[in-house]
């Protein structure tokens, strides 16, 4: 959290809770009376490993979030304190606070996301293996010996994108990718490039490597951006591309349903970037045709240039250790959104607040990444741009087109993008977004109705509130759910309409109108 929890904002995160409606991920709250929770080592644990949380001393959760009688706040302070430096290691090192609140002393701290170098934050007694834990929904879930060695392994730079393939030879790469690399390098880099055979070239970028009996093979990152079939080699190195025709996953898994558009796509990362770009507007309204990757498709519900870098970023990013291998990246297209997930979560210094803006970039696959930044795409493009601006060209690109900014969630084994509709999020569709099956049309013409209604009830509570409002009491004025409430914030917020006042997980986010969104009429 920026800055020091004050009485105000605490009796807004106090309001979300007592509201029922509010996203309590990284809000723990405990009575406290007489000594500290006993669960309170592992959210200590859960809260470093992941994007951080707020723990809260002194409210009483099963009498509706009123303070604790009896509590003694100065004395839970102290507690609180030799807590974090001495039931978890690595010792967390955060500020304790004592507040007031309605006449009474409550204790607080923020607990900030320790560095990847120093994953897993354990509970001392439980030791690394048994004491390892991960906030998911609201509760401190312990990691499993899988998801803690695959913390642990992340502290230093993986090096699978440079290991040699077994039986893999450079026939396998496709000729074409490899003279556009060849080419690309020896004008880029005519004074390390520009003599260089096109075997010497790919020995030096790391595309081929030498094994034991010094035989030159293909390397991981060489064969996934280069090679004319990867999958030989790595059958779920793929891409699984779903059509839902409804909003939610359970009705197709039960078979009620049948899923509108099915298929694997193959090939290497250049075609499968481009393969998941038709998918996507072949199903989702775009006619066949993705549009130019340098700007956003009118006719498209995603802008094509979003969809490019959500998917490339995706297969750069992935984890590709022996034991993810055999998952693919899966791509779920819904009636409201899209959802992009990978193996492996957010590397390095990467958290979900810090995507998109500038900063050191730190990736997993190096090797990989350097070969995509000169690999092209069908349409000559290359597949990767400046390491560390796909996510900020993805916010542009949604932004331009008018959608809502994209909702990233990770965890340790996976990490995913979902990207609101573009036509509910404008409380409209153009007939090219209303084409396709019957029933995904049917399924967005009700949505877009509701969503339209849900951003004039948000407009007007926002207009009327004094000062700036949470989601939880925006939910509370309008009757709506809070999930209804945060979609349309975040297409009011696309729109210039709306601005937060904090970062996206922080509990002390809330909302306000901008000047530009006070001449905005309601929509219809």
């Given at each position: 959290?920026?800055?020091?929890?004050?009485?105000?904002?605490?009796?807004?995160?106090?309001?979300?809770?007592?509201?029922?409606?509010?996203?309590?991920?990284?809000?723990?709250?405990?009575?406290?009376?007489?000594?500290?929770?006993?669960?309170?080592?592992?959210?200590?644990?859960?809260?470093?490993?992941?994007?951080?949380?707020?723990?809260?001393?002194?409210?009483?959760?099963?009498?509706?979030?009123?303070?604790?009688?009896?509590?003694?706040?100065?004395?839970?302070?102290?507690?609180?304190?030799?807590?974090?430096?001495?039931?978890?290691?690595?010792?967390?090192?955060?500020?304790?606070?004592?507040?007031?609140?309605?006449?009474?002393?409550?204790?607080?701290?923020?607990?900030?996301?320790?560095?990847?170098?120093?994953?897993?934050?354990?509970?001392?007694?439980?030791?690394?293996?048994?004491?390892?834990?991960?906030?998911?929904?609201?509760?401190?879930?312990?990691?499993?010996?899988?998801?803690?060695?695959?913390?642990?392994?992340?502290?230093?730079?993986?090096?699978?994108?440079?290991?040699?393939?077994?039986?893999?030879?450079?026939?396998?790469?496709?000729?074409?990718?490899?003279?556009?690399?060849?080419?690309?390098?020896?004008?880029?880099?005519?004074?390390?490039?520009?003599?260089?055979?096109?075997?010497?070239?790919?020995?030096?970028?790391?595309?081929?490597?030498?094994?034991?009996?010094?035989?030159?093979?293909?390397?991981?990152?060489?064969?996934?951006?280069?090679?004319?079939?990867?999958?030989?080699?790595?059958?779920?190195?793929?891409?699984?591309?779903?059509?839902?025709?409804?909003?939610?996953?359970?009705?197709?898994?039960?078979?009620?349903?049948?899923?509108?558009?099915?298929?694997?796509?193959?090939?290497?990362?250049?075609?499968?970037?481009?393969?998941?770009?038709?998918?996507?507007?072949?199903?989702?309204?775009?006619?066949?045709?993705?549009?130019?990757?340098?700007?956003?498709?009118?006719?498209?519900?995603?802008?094509?240039?979003?969809?490019?870098?959500?998917?490339?970023?995706?297969?750069?990013?992935?984890?590709?250790?022996?034991?993810?291998?055999?998952?693919?990246?899966?791509?779920?297209?819904?009636?409201?959104?899209?959802?992009?997930?990978?193996?492996?979560?957010?590397?390095?210094?990467?958290?979900?607040?810090?995507?998109?803006?500038?900063?050191?970039?730190?990736?997993?696959?190096?090797?990989?990444?350097?070969?995509?930044?000169?690999?092209?795409?069908?349409?000559?493009?290359?597949?990767?741009?400046?390491?560390?601006?796909?996510?900020?060209?993805?916010?542009?690109?949604?932004?331009?087109?008018?959608?809502?900014?994209?909702?990233?969630?990770?965890?340790?084994?996976?990490?995913?993008?979902?990207?609101?509709?573009?036509?509910?999020?404008?409380?409209?569709?153009?007939?090219?977004?209303?084409?396709?099956?019957?029933?995904?049309?049917?399924?967005?013409?009700?949505?877009?109705?509701?969503?339209?209604?849900?951003?004039?009830?948000?407009?007007?509570?926002?207009?009327?509130?004094?000062?700036?409002?949470?989601?939880?009491?925006?939910?509370?004025?309008?009757?709506?759910?809070?999930?209804?409430?945060?979609?349309?914030?975040?297409?009011?917020?696309?729109?210039?309409?709306?601005?937060?006042?904090?970062?996206?997980?922080?509990?002390?986010?809330?909302?306000?109108?901008?000047?530009?969104?006070?001449a905005r009429q309601p929509s219809h």
């Amino acid at each position: 959290m920026d800055g020091d929890l004050t009485s105000e904002v605490l009796t807004g995160i106090v309001g979300g809770l007592r509201d029922g409606r509010a996203d309590t991920a990284n809000v723990e709250v405990r009575a406290a009376v007489r000594r500290l929770p006993a669960s309170l080592p592992a959210t200590l644990s859960a809260f470093a490993n992941g994007p951080g949380g707020l723990v809260l001393l002194g409210l009483d959760p099963a009498a509706g979030f009123v303070p604790t009688e009896g509590f003694r706040a100065k004395r839970t302070r102290d507690a609180l304190q030799e807590a974090l430096t001495q039931t978890v290691r690595p010792a967390l090192h955060a500020p304790v606070q004592v507040i007031g609140f309605e006449g009474h002393k409550v204790v607080a701290t923020w607990v900030d996301p320790i560095p990847p170098r120093e994953r897993p934050c354990h509970v001392r007694a439980e030791g690394r293996h048994r004491g390892s834990y991960f906030r998911d929904r609201g509760t401190s879930r312990r990691l499993t010996p899988q998801e803690v060695e695959r913390l642990a392994a992340e502290r230093h730079q993986p090096h699978w994108d440079e290991q040699a393939v077994p039986d893999a030879t450079t026939d396998d790469f496709d000729p074409g990718l490899v003279e556009a690399l060849v080419a690309r390098q020896r004008r880029l880099r005519p004074t390390v490039f520009g003599g260089a055979t096109p075997a010497e070239v790919l020995l030096r970028l790391r595309a081929t490597r030498r094994d034991q009996d010094g035989v030159v093979r293909p390397t991981l990152g060489g064969l996934l951006a280069l090679g004319a079939f990867p999958q030989e080699f790595f059958p779920r190195l793929t891409v699984d591309f779903a059509a839902y025709p409804g909003p939610d996953r359970e009705p197709t898994l039960a078979g009620e349903e049948r899923l509108l558009d099915a298929v694997t796509l193959a090939g290497p990362i250049p075609e499968l970037v481009a393969q998941t770009v038709a998918a996507i507007a072949r199903c989702s309204g775009a006619g066949g045709e993705a549009g130019p990757p340098t700007g956003p498709s009118v006719g498209s519900a995603y802008p094509p240039v979003a969809v490019r870098e959500a998917v490339a970023n995706a297969l750069m990013h992935r984890d590709y250790s022996e034991e993810s291998c055999g998952t693919a990246v899966t791509v779920d297209l819904f009636p409201d959104r899209l959802e992009v997930t990978s193996p492996g979560g957010l590397f390095g210094t990467a958290t979900v607040r810090t995507l998109g803006t500038a900063g050191p970039f730190q990736t997993r696959n190096p090797r990989l990444c350097a070969l995509l930044e000169d690999t092209p795409l069908p349409d000559g493009t290359m597949v990767a741009g400046r390491r560390g601006t796909g996510f900020a060209q993805i916010l542009a690109a949604l932004a331009a087109s008018g959608s809502p900014a994209p909702e990233p969630h990770d965890s340790v084994a996976f990490f995913t993008l979902v990207t609101p509709h573009r036509a509910a999020a404008r409380g409209g569709g153009s007939k090219e977004a209303r084409r396709g099956p019957d029933r995904a049309a049917t399924v967005v013409s009700r949505g877009t109705r509701a969503h339209s209604k849900a951003l004039d009830k948000v407009r007007a509570a926002l207009s009327q509130a004094n000062g700036p409002a949470s989601a939880a009491e925006l939910a509370a004025t309008t009757h709506l759910s809070r999930t209804a409430v945060v979609v349309a914030l975040n297409r009011l917020i696309a729109a210039g309409e709306v601005a937060p006042t904090a970062p996206p997980r922080s509990p002390a986010r809330r909302y306000r109108p901008t000047l530009y969104g006070t001449a905005r009429q309601p929509s219809h």
